[in-house]
């Protein structure tokens, strides 16, 4: 914006928007007013001689002396990009490729906690060990690492005047190496950087992990949680469980789970957390209840619909307790049963042509011991049946009271709520995991 004028300039809005990318040049006499507009002197005030005008408008020796000029000579201007303050806050994020495939524990605070958090806010909060940066509250992630392993941060930076900066980078620790990359290039620190790939090369047993912090010449502009404590390990076994007979549900068994899916979703699962889990029997062994069909059909455990058998939900403790006598589970292993049937909820129409909801599953918090049934669909979902053996881990619900913190059903996508979209576990279930008995 440039005006000429013989007397005072008077500039005013409604608005004024400071981050504006806009300048100022001013050339006459008297000075720039920003303010209460004045009202517009007379009109013939304005008719000036042209002579007269340009004589006035030409800067006085003095003017001159005072006029900030660039190096061409002529009048500088001011920008308001040159009023912005020194900013800088550094946020890190995965691809999406790390939580599908369970690469590593990444763990931030939700975007909308404050709305599906049901306990207390301020213990969630602390979890994520917040400080502040340029005035702000900032909840550093949780990551998870082990010995050996790098892993790869996404950067995403906020600089208001990125060239005044001398330094991004992390602070030292002994336990872990950075390199800051810009696609395959190596730079010195997060100022051009894209990525940081960090690589751990000692555990810390803390529960409470390690924070590190990011620091822009020397203030706080960001930092992660790291946990890394010594990984641990499980066997499994998983058995097919025949109710009809003549192998027809293992059968419809094996069709619905492979090895190779069992093995990949407990690695996706349960890698986060640094937990390893070996799968003894390749092929699942079968735990026979034919014997039981009859009676259980008779005291109303199994049920027939249109189109399957299921088990009532209100009675899955009988149908628990039969499985219970025909096998004995080791204590010290995970024991992973799969059945061929739904758990329902009997609609109040009845069994026949009766409306249902599927329960998602049944197994007892803490014991050791996960059951794998059907979904609504008749099918092994897999997501449900990691679901299940962290129940047997000692994992709660999402939304149970009793969880460390409880959040409202449905909500989000951690592998404890009842979402159909499972893809992730938080850093307090990691811990929580790593306290059971049998782990080695």
């Not at 990359?181 to 100022?191: A, F, H, N, Q, R």
């Not at 619909?305 to 096998?327: C, G, L, P």
């Not at 913190?405 to 989000?412: G, Q």
């Amino acid at each position: 914006m440039s005006d000429i004028a013989q007397n005072d300039i008077n500039y005013y809005a409604k608005n004024i928007n400071t981050y504006a990318g806009i300048s100022i040049n001013e050339t006459g006499k008297q000075g720039v007013f920003f303010g209460t507009p004045e009202p517009a002197p007379p009109i013939e005030n304005l008719q000036q001689d042209t002579a007269q005008d340009t004589a006035d408008n030409t800067p006085s020796a003095s003017d001159q002396a005072t006029t900030p000029q660039n190096e061409s000579g002529t009048t500088s201007t001011t920008s308001v990009d040159d009023e912005k303050p020194k900013k800088c806050i550094i946020e890190f994020s995965v691809k999406n490729k790390v939580i599908n495939d369970g690469t590593f524990g990444f763990d931030t605070i939700p975007s909308n906690y404050n709305t599906i958090c049901e306990s207390n806010i301020q213990d969630l909060e602390n979890e994520y060990n917040p400080f502040e940066v340029e005035s702000e509250q900032y909840f550093p992630p949780w990551v998870s690492i082990r010995v050996g392993q790098t892993i790869i941060l996404q950067l995403n930076k906020t600089f208001n005047k990125k060239d005044e900066y001398q330094s991004v980078a992390f602070e030292e620790h002994n336990d872990f190496s950075y390199r800051y990359m810009k696609g395959s290039t190596e730079v010195t620190d997060m100022i051009e950087a894209k990525e940081v790939h960090i690589t751990c090369s000692a555990n810390n047993e803390s529960p409470d992990g390690t924070l590190i912090k990011v620091k822009a010449d020397g203030a706080d502009a960001g930092g992660i949680n790291i946990w890394y404590p010594t990984p641990k390990t499980i066997d499994l076994q998983w058995h097919f469980v025949e109710i009809t007979g003549n192998d027809k549900d293992r059968s419809a068994l094996e069709d619905k789970l492979k090895i190779r899916h069992l093995l990949s979703l407990l690695e996706k699962g349960l890698k986060p957390s640094l937990i390893d889990i070996n799968v003894t029997n390749n092929v699942a062994t079968i735990v026979d209840i034919t014997a039981e069909n009859e009676r259980l059909k008779r005291e109303r455990v199994i049920k027939k619909s249109d189109n399957h058998h299921y088990i009532e939900r209100e009675m899955k403790q009988d149908f628990v307790a039969t499985i219970r006598q025909n096998h004995n589970a080791p204590n010290n292993i995970v024991t992973l049963y799969l059945v061929n049937r739904s758990c329902l909820i009997t609609g109040a129409m009845g069994e026949e042509g009766g409306r249902y909801q599927v329960v998602a599953g049944f197994s007892p918090t803490g014991t050791g011991i996960a059951y794998g049934i059907l979904d609504g669909e008749q099918k092994l979902r897999h997501t449900a049946i990691m679901h299940e053996v962290m129940h047997a881990l000692g994992l709660r619900h999402t939304f149970s009271r009793q969880a460390v913190h409880t959040f409202a059903d449905k909500k989000t996508k951690n592998y404890m709520d009842y979402h159909e979209t499972k893809k992730y576990t938080w850093k307090w279930q990691w811990a929580k995991l790593h306290t059971y008995q049998h782990l080695q």
